[in-house]
Each structure stands twice: as C-alpha cells, then as structure tokens.
C-alpha cells in the first residue's frame, strides 16, 4: 500500500444514461459500478484526499447535450458538472475530495438531478458509496526518539500553518528560537515548510542531545500535501537516498540521515545523527518511558514560577499565540512563544532562557540602547533579500538577574519605531521589581560598520538639545573615497543627508549629521544610539553600508 499523506483512492462511478429519442425508444438499463482502487479502505485519515472517478456511459442513440451533473457529500451538494456525451461514448469527471475531519462519509453522484434530459430511464443514473474516516493517532512525538542518554531537549508545536513563520525567520534572520527548529535538518524542513505549509493543520516536534553526542529530532507533520511532494523536495538537495517499505532514508552530512515516511495520519521526519546508526532504527519506536521525560518538564517548569509566569504575561497585547516551545536542561530552562498580531500585522517571539551562565557573560550591546537595559539590534537579512525594504526585524534583550528575555519583533518598517519603543516599555515592565543588569556600549562615543573599504570612523561632538552629531569620518585605504549621503536614525524614520564630501586617502573629512528620534516616549530615556547609514563612491562604484553611531559619552 502506497503510504502518501494524499491517498487517491480511485472510485469509478459509472452511470449509464439513455437519450430519448422520438422516433426509437431506447431502453437499455445499463450498469453501475463502484470500486476502490486500493483494497484496505480502513487507512484513510483527516486531510487525506480521494479522487473519485464518475464514469458516465451513453447507450442510447442520440447525442446528450449540457447534462448536468451533481456530487453530492453527506447529502449536501459539493460540485455541479455540465457534460455532453456523444450517442454510444463515455465521459469521465474527476473530483478530489479532502477529508476535514474524521467520521463516516457517503458520497453520491447523480446524472440529470433535475431530470431535463428526458432518459428513457432514471434507474441506472445515481449511485453512492460510504467511506470511513478514522481519527489520526495521537501526536506522541516525545515517545518517538530514544530516551535513555538525553542531556538536553527541547518540543515545540505549531498550529495550523503558522509554522510557516518559523521558517522564514530561520531563513532571513537565523533567530535563535527559529534555529532550534530548523537547524537539526540542516534546513531541509524549512524547505519542506516554506513548500506546502498552506496545506498544514499541525506540527509537533521534539529534539535531543544525549550524553554520547549523538542527536535526534522528530517532527510530525498533519496536513494534506503529499508525501510524494515532500520526498520530492527532499531530493532537491541532491542527497545519496535509499527507500524500503514506503521509508525514504537520505544521507546528510556529518553523519546525519533523515527518514520521512506516512504513518497513522502523519508525515514523520526523523533525523539522527550518530556515526554507528542511522534514522531507520528510530522509525516506529514508541518509547515506553517517555513519561519520565514529560515529568522533567512539568517538574522543571513548575519549580521555577518565575519563568512560567514571565512567559503567561509576556504576550503583545491583542496578539494571538500561533506556536511554543519549551527547552530543558541539565542547568537552564527556556520558553518561547510566538504571537501574531492582527492589528499590527507583525510576528512577536517572546523568549525566556533562564541560566546562570547569562549574568557572567560580557554584556556588550552591538545596537541601540534604551537606559542602559535593553539592548535592540536592527538585525539585517542573510543573503540578498528584499525583506528590509518592506520589514524590519528587531531583536530586544534584557537581562533579569539569571534570566535573559530576548522579544523579537517582526514588523513594517512604518512600525520600526514603535516597536522598538513598546519592547523596551514591555522588557521593563516584565522585570517588575527585579533589578536589570546593564548593558555596555561597542559604540561608546564612536560609528562603525561593517566595511572591506577601510573607512574609520568618530563622533566628536553630540548635542543633547537639536540632535546633532558631528562626525569624522578616515579614509584608510587607498582609493579616493566621495561620501554622497548620510542617515543617522532609529528604525523607520530613516532620512538621509547630503554630505558631498571627497576623501583623499589618509585624509578625514567632518560632517554634521541630525540624528533623527522621538521625544515622546519617556520610559526610553535619553537616546544614545542610532543606526548610521552611509553611501559613498570609491572609484566608480557606489556603495551603501549601515553601521551604529552611539553618543553615550557626549550626553
């Protein structure tokens, strides 16, 4: 039996109709037939799909013509069709049907409903055929790996196809609770994802590192696209593969293989990455002590009030959760969830990690500073994306005693601002009375960016009252340098500046630069840093780099 999440169960319905014809009377009676192409019917689930074949013969002698034609699905109309059959042929009308929920169906197809054609005869124009729907196994993706060894793991669920988020934030912006997800399949189920996630109901996965470095993930997938799609998609990587028994296995590097295979009303990858097995020992396990693995979460979590409660009441208001994960270890803990906001159109991540290891760290912010506790950086596209000029992705961290709190705000690049200023707002509120550790500045009194040109760069002078910043900027290398503009800003209210200036090399040349903000929110205190945007001419080439400028020691 072909396991593919869409089972084209093939019916063929045929009907034998018979013309009236005035002169000769044709009273054939005909015949009708139903008949499943795949004999174990008892394997259809919720969202996969049978094709149904409504063979309809003309035995008469005179040509039929605009005969109507009505599917009907539980006694509720479901298509109409208009057919012309030629006296002594046959026509064929295919109708796929995609199971929404489980339960038991009858299916019927009907020539002439309204009898206009005037047959000879209305015995032979109808049948029907029930089928069943069962529910589809329970989504145990936890039991689905080994669990003996496992030093960290982390599940995640995604409703619906808003997986698809997910998957364009790993792609884009490689953000970390987007990473986890993807980064075990080396990208492949973000392909898989970005493929057919309109066609997704759920998604549930689970992945772990164990004790002897060897790692494993399993993602379920319910859905209605294909299996032979998804394989398909698989193989465009272009990966040595092998299939048995309906289980495709493809060779990853770095001793990794992935299984995919329909079972029980799923599409299951699996990947393990061990150098002595492969991801064929983990299909159809059921692990029968998973339930040790659900009580280190519900005992890790409940233990630690503080991160549950972060997470229930970190959530943008008027936002609907789409998806969350839930991460454990030997020393840390983490959530993350995601929301989507109808009025904003944007995608909020809310992101809790709790360990120790954060309040030792070199607490540097490479970004926009608000108050000296939260860090906001303006994360570019990876690759060559258009994304930047239609969104803006803005990643927003505090640090709560052993508690980093990461809120990533995918927005409009009109809402750049605002989503700066309400994450800072939201990071603050959420420490309540704790005390929030402060970040330091890369950029104290400085520009930068990242440039192969050999640009150097200074902010010399700031003044609190018009905004202004004068800048220095030193050719280093050993082309003539022409800078043409200049933007010295926070998300979304970029303006660029004439500046007009040549720099011979080892020469500097000094500008003044508005840095544009707004004054109307004070819970973000006095701004500090900016995004610093410049486009110049070396040679013949223009170019344009974004870079921060921070005036913190000049305020």
Same mark, same amino acid.
Request: overall charge positive; proline content about 4%.
């Given at each position: 039996?072909?396991?593919?999440?869409?089972? !084209?169960?093939?019916?063929?319905?045929?009907?034998?109709?018979?013309?009236?014809?005035a002169?000769?009377?044709?009273?054939?009676?005909?015949? =009708?037939?139903?008949?499943?192409?795949?004999?174990?019917?008892?394997?259809?689930?919720?969202?996969?799909?049978?094709?149904?074949?409504?063979?309809?013969?003309?035995?008469?002698?005179?040509?039929?013509?605009?005969?109507? =034609?009505?599917?009907?699905?539980?006694?509720?109309?479901?298509?109409?069709?208009?057919?012309?059959?030629?006296? $002594?042929? *046959?026509?064929?009308?295919?109708?796929?049907?995609?199971?929404?929920?489980?339960g038991?169906?009858?299916?019927?197809?009907?020539?002439?409903?309204?009898?206009?054609?005037?047959?000879?005869?209305?015995?032979?124009?109808?049948?029907?055929?029930?089928?069943?729907?069962?529910?589809?196994?329970?989504?145990?993706?936890?039991?689905?790996?080994?669990?003996?060894? /496992?030093?960290? &793991?982390? /599940?995640?669920?995604?409703? $619906? +196809?808003?997986?698809?988020?997910? +998957?364009?934030?790993?792609?884009?912006? #490689?953000? +970390?609770?987007?990473?986890?997800?993807?980064?075990?399949?080396?990208?492949?189920? @973000?392909?898989? =994802?970005? #493929?057919?996630?309109?066609?997704?109901?759920?998604?549930?996965?689970?992945?772990?590192?164990y004790?002897?470095?060897?790692?494993?993930?399993?993602?379920?997938?319910?859905?209605?696209?294909?299996?032979?799609?998804?394989?398909?998609?698989?193989?465009?990587? $272009?990966?040595?593969?092998?299939? &048995?028994?309906?289980?495709?296995?493809?060779?990853?590097p770095?001793?990794?293989?992935?299984?995919? !295979?329909? @079972?029980? $009303?799923?599409?299951?990858?699996?990947?393990?990455?061990?150098r002595?097995?492969? %991801?064929?020992?983990?299909?159809?396990?059921?692990?029968?002590?998973?339930?040790?693995?659900?009580?280190?979460?519900?005992?890790?979590?409940?233990?630690?009030?503080?991160?549950?409660?972060?997470?229930?009441?970190?959530?943008?208001?008027?936002?609907?959760?789409?998806?969350?994960?839930?991460?454990?270890?030997?020393?840390?803990?983490?959530?993350?969830?995601?929301?989507?906001?109808?009025?904003?159109?944007?995608?909020?991540?809310n992101?809790?990690?709790?360990s120790d290891?954060?309040?030792?760290?070199?607490?540097? %912010?490479?970004?926009?500073? +608000?108050?000296?506790?939260?860090?906001?950086e303006?994360?570019?596209?990876?690759?060559?994306?258009?994304?930047?000029?239609?969104?803006?992705?803005?990643?927003?961290?505090?640090?709560?005693?052993?508690?980093?709190?990461?809120?990533?705000?995918?927005? *409009?690049?009109?809402?750049?601002?605002?989503?700066?200023?309400?994450?800072?707002?939201?990071?603050?509120?959420?420490?309540?009375?704790?005390?929030?550790?402060?970040?330091?500045?890369?950029?104290?009194?400085?520009?930068?960016?990242?440039?192969?040109?050999?640009?150097?760069?200074?902010?010399? #002078?700031?003044?609190?009252?018009?905004?202004?910043a004068?800048?220095?900027?030193?050719?280093?290398?050993?082309?003539?340098?022409?800078?043409?503009?200049?933007?010295?800003?926070?998300?979304?209210?970029q303006?660029?500046?004439?500046?007009?200036?040549?720099?011979?090399?080892?020469?500097?040349a000094?500008?003044?630069?508005?840095?544009?903000?707004?004054v109307?929110?004070?819970?973000?205190?006095?701004?500090?840093?900016?995004?610093f !945007?410049?486009?110049?001419?070396?040679?013949?080439?223009?170019?344009?780099?974004?870079?921060?400028?921070?005036?913190?020691?000049l305020?």
């Amino acid at each position: 039996m072909n396991k593919n999440m869409v089972f !084209y169960s093939v019916i063929a319905i045929a009907i034998a109709v018979v013309a009236y014809v005035a002169v000769l009377l044709s009273t054939q009676a005909g015949s =009708v037939s139903l008949l499943f192409g795949y004999t174990n019917t008892s394997m259809l689930f919720p969202f996969n799909t049978t094709r149904f074949f409504i063979i309809l013969n003309n035995t008469g002698s005179n040509y039929i013509s605009g005969m109507l =034609v009505g599917f009907y699905v539980n006694n509720k109309p479901y298509r109409n069709y208009n057919v012309s059959i030629p006296q $002594g042929k *046959s026509a064929t009308i295919v109708v796929n049907y995609t199971y929404p929920i489980p339960g038991n169906y009858l299916f019927e197809a009907v020539a002439d409903p309204a009898r206009l054609q005037r047959l000879s005869s209305y015995n032979t124009t109808k049948a029907s055929l029930p089928v069943r729907v069962f529910n589809a196994t329970p989504a145990n993706v936890i039991g689905s790996i080994p669990m003996k060894g /496992i030093a960290s &793991s982390y /599940i995640f669920d995604f409703p $619906g +196809s808003s997986m698809q988020f997910a +998957s364009l934030l790993y792609r884009l912006y #490689n953000a +970390s609770p987007a990473s986890a997800v993807f980064s075990p399949s080396g990208g492949i189920l @973000s392909t898989v =994802v970005n #493929n057919f996630y309109q066609l997704f109901n759920a998604s549930h996965g689970i992945v772990a590192s164990y004790a002897n470095g060897s790692r494993a993930s399993s993602v379920w997938i319910q859905g209605a696209a294909p299996e032979s799609d998804v394989v398909a998609a698989i193989r465009s990587y $272009g990966f040595r593969e092998s299939d &048995s028994n309906g289980i495709f296995m493809f060779y990853l590097p770095s001793n990794t293989t992935l299984c995919t !295979y329909y @079972s029980g $009303g799923w599409t299951k990858m699996l990947s393990y990455t061990y150098r002595n097995g492969t %991801c064929s020992q983990l299909v159809g396990i059921a692990s029968q002590n998973y339930t040790a693995l659900l009580d280190q979460y519900s005992t890790g979590f409940s233990n630690s009030s503080a991160i549950m409660n972060y997470s229930h009441n970190f959530i943008y208001t008027n936002s609907t959760v789409i998806g969350v994960q839930y991460g454990l270890s030997n020393y840390s803990r983490y959530t993350a969830t995601w929301s989507w906001s109808n009025s904003a159109n944007a995608i909020f991540v809310n992101y809790i990690n709790e360990s120790d290891a954060w309040s030792l760290l070199n607490r540097t %912010c490479y970004g926009l500073l +608000s108050n000296g506790t939260v860090c906001s950086e303006y994360n570019i596209p990876r690759g060559n994306s258009s994304a930047t000029t239609v969104s803006a992705f803005i990643t927003s961290r505090a640090l709560v005693g052993n508690y980093l709190f990461e809120l990533y705000s995918w927005v *409009s690049n009109q809402s750049a601002l605002n989503a700066n200023y309400n994450a800072a707002k939201l990071l603050r509120a959420m420490a309540k009375n704790n005390s929030m550790l402060e970040w330091k500045s890369a950029y104290a009194s400085s520009c930068a960016f990242n440039s192969t040109d050999k640009i150097g760069c200074n902010v010399t #002078n700031f003044d609190s009252e018009s905004h202004v910043a004068t800048v220095q900027l030193t050719n280093l290398g050993t082309v003539p340098l022409r800078i043409n503009f200049a933007a010295c800003y926070v998300p979304g209210i970029q303006l660029n500046v004439t500046v007009s200036k040549s720099v011979l090399p080892g020469s500097s040349a000094n500008f003044s630069l508005p840095c544009r903000s707004l004054v109307l929110f004070p819970v973000i205190g006095i701004r500090s840093s900016y995004l610093f !945007y410049l486009n110049y001419t070396q040679g013949v080439r223009q170019k344009s780099i974004v870079g921060f400028l921070n005036t913190s020691n000049l305020v």
